[in-house]
Every structure is written in structure tokens, then in C-alpha cells.
């Protein structure tokens, strides 16, 4: 019985400290205007969530620890970033448009 109650003391005081957040704004990198409907995630434990209109977002409930963030929109480079949080962490994410090249694509008009 007192280990099952130590273990269960022990599980208990690590989800105290899992109450740490990620932050932050996505922006477009070169009009600096925020980019909505970003997704940012923790692939490795599950977290996602999306920008809103103002490129704000926000990852809760994270223990302590290293974490590698993925931020992908549609259109822009995908990035990840690496991060040690031991506490709320607040970043700027700029991403960059991605120019692409309409391959074996034909446009014909009929004039009248």
C-alpha cells in the first residue's frame, strides 16, 4: 500500500509542473501583417492548435522540458523550432511566402 501511495505522490507532483504555455504571434516576414489559421504544434505529445485573426496562439499544459515546434500555413515555408521551456515562453514566428511555379499548366481564350 505505501508505494502504491508514492507512486501515486510522485505522479501527482509532475503534473503540478505541467502547467507551463507556449505563446506567441506568426507573422509574415516581409508585409509583417499576421498570418490566421497558422497551425502550431508538438507533434511528439500531441498539442495543436491555429492561429486566430490577429496570428496569436497559444500551447497549454506543457510539463517541463525540451520541446520541437512546428509552425506550417498554407503557402509559406514549413519551420520548426527547437525549444527548452521551464516556464510561459512567449515567441515571434516569422514565415516566409513560397513562391510556386504552375508546372505543364496550358491557359487558352476563345476571343468573340
Known sequence: MALGLLAFVFMDAQ???CKIKISGIVLDSVEQV????T?????SIGKETK????????LNDLCPGRY?????????????????VNSDTLIKI??????KELIGFKLSAKLE
Open 51 to 58: 492561429t486566430n485573426g490577429k496570428g496569436q496562439f497559444t
Open 94 to 99: 516569422f514565415l516566409r511566402h513560397i513562391e
Open 15 to 17: 503534473n503540478i509542473n
Open 34 to 37: 499576421a498570418l490566421s489559421n
Open 39 to 43: 497551425i502550431v504544434s508538438i507533434d
Open 68 to 84: 520541437e515546434v512546428h509552425i506550417s500555413h498554407l503557402n509559406c515555408e514549413h519551420i520548426h523550432i527547437i525549444l527548452e
